[in-house]
């Protein structure tokens, strides 16, 4: 049989292309509040980062992915490393400490984990295969995999940051999904979590005084900000209500570029960053966000295209891993800038100003990549999973 080389999947590429040119205009126009003198500040840093990512997607995609199984382990220790010297030796800012010197750079950790545990829980489940478990091999698996998230979900949680936290679970749960792991074990474990959650909801609706003693102080201001924004609209409601002002008032085509009211008078905090999508609400309305969903609609779509098209277990869960990385942070930061969900500072996909998230998408799309040139197409058989 003959089998048909593969080259590097444009659409991918293409739709990464058009989220950073959505990016360089929303970090152009929400970043001029803050760097008036030099209002192409932020776009050449951007631009800089843009160009750093992109070549180390590509090397990333030359590299054969599969060698990654072997040193999934090995990178995912030195994920839990980094998150320990953090814990210890971290910069703190805000009250959050997420970021650690190493010699010429800054890094956050946090960032990086979200790829090292991808990588190893795809090793876990690979290793697994794919045939049917009997109930002792359910039980072993599911417990392996919660242990092996749990551990960096508590060492993120604590730093503290909620969204990266919750990426990491979304991860998992992605992964979960997919996996050989009893259905029935999956939907136990689900209503289980699912359980914890309403009891949480009803410590809040009856027994307030108790649930205030298991969250911390900023915790909780986010939850009021979060529930009631007009109550608290002078203090932890305040990003939200000025978002969503800004976002109402573009209506369907928005207020055009660079003329937001609510932003370019500065009453969106971080609109550069976290509420970059207040931007493109207010100023290319529901035209210009309807945009930018499809484009990460089109982007999630070709990930799970490639995780069809893998000839290695090993790569359908690198895939569908990314697949929820990259979804559930998007589904953060769109639902909290539009009231959704709670505010929790995660950063928009390829779209946000800044550089580990960026550089770490970057790096998860080239790990996508190289699944996709290394899947070969043979005619006359159906692809073989290994």
Not at 222 to 237: A, E, L
Not at 359 to 378: E, M, W
Request: hydrophobic content about 50%; charged content about 10%.
């Amino acid at each position: 049989m003959r089998e048909k080389t593969q080259q590097l999947d444009y659409l991918l590429i293409i739709s990464v292309i058009g989220l950073c040119i959505i990016s360089l205009l929303a970090v152009y126009s929400g970043s001029g509040q803050y760097e008036k003198s030099e209002p192409f500040y932020f776009v050449i840093r951007q631009l800089m980062w843009y160009g750093i990512g992109f070549a180390i997607m590509i090397a990333v995609a030359k590299f054969d992915y599969e060698l990654l199984e072997k040193w999934a382990l090995a990178f995912y220790i030195i994920g839990l490393f980094l998150l320990l010297l953090v814990h210890f030796f971290g910069i703190e800012r805000n009250g959050a400490k997420r970021w650690v010197y190493l010699g010429l750079l800054e890094i956050q950790p946090s960032e990086f984990m979200k790829i090292f545990l991808v990588l190893y829980l795809a090793k876990v489940l690979s290793a697994a295969g794919e045939k049917q478990l009997s109930l002792k091999h359910n039980l072993k698996l599911m417990i392996q995999l919660v242990g092996y998230t749990m551990i960096p979900f508590l060492l993120i949680l604590v730093q503290p940051d909620l969204g990266s936290a919750l990426v990491i679970i979304g991860v998992a749960a992605s992964l979960f999904i997919v996996s050989n792991v009893s259905t029935k074990i999956i939907l136990l474990f689900s209503g289980a979590v699912a359980s914890m959650v309403g009891f949480l909801v009803y410590l809040f609706q009856y027994q307030h005084e108790i649930f205030t003693k298991l969250l911390q102080p900023h915790q909780l201001s986010r939850i009021y900000g979060w529930i009631n924004p007009n109550q608290y609209s002078s203090g932890y409601g305040y990003q939200l209500q000025q978002a969503l002002m800004g976002i109402g008032s573009g209506q369907l085509t928005g207020n055009g570029f660079n003329q937001g009211i609510q932003v370019q008078n500065g009453k969106v905090p971080e609109a550069h960053t976290d509420f970059i999508f207040a931007v493109i609400g207010e100023e290319f309305g529901f035209v210009g966000t309807s945009i930018l969903i499809f484009i990460y609609f089109l982007l999630i779509y070709r990930i799970i295209q490639i995780s069809f098209r893998s000839n290695h277990l090993f790569g359908v869960y690198i895939c569908i891993g990314i697949t929820g990385l990259i979804g559930i942070q998007v589904f953060q930061n769109i639902g909290m800038t539009i009231g959704l969900t709670p505010i929790t500072g995660l950063a928009l996909p390829f779209v946000s100003y800044g550089g580990s998230a960026l550089l770490t998408n970057f790096i998860a799309l080239g790990l996508v990549l190289s699944v996709q040139l290394r899947s070969k197409n043979y005619m006359f058989s159906e692809n073989i999973i290994q």
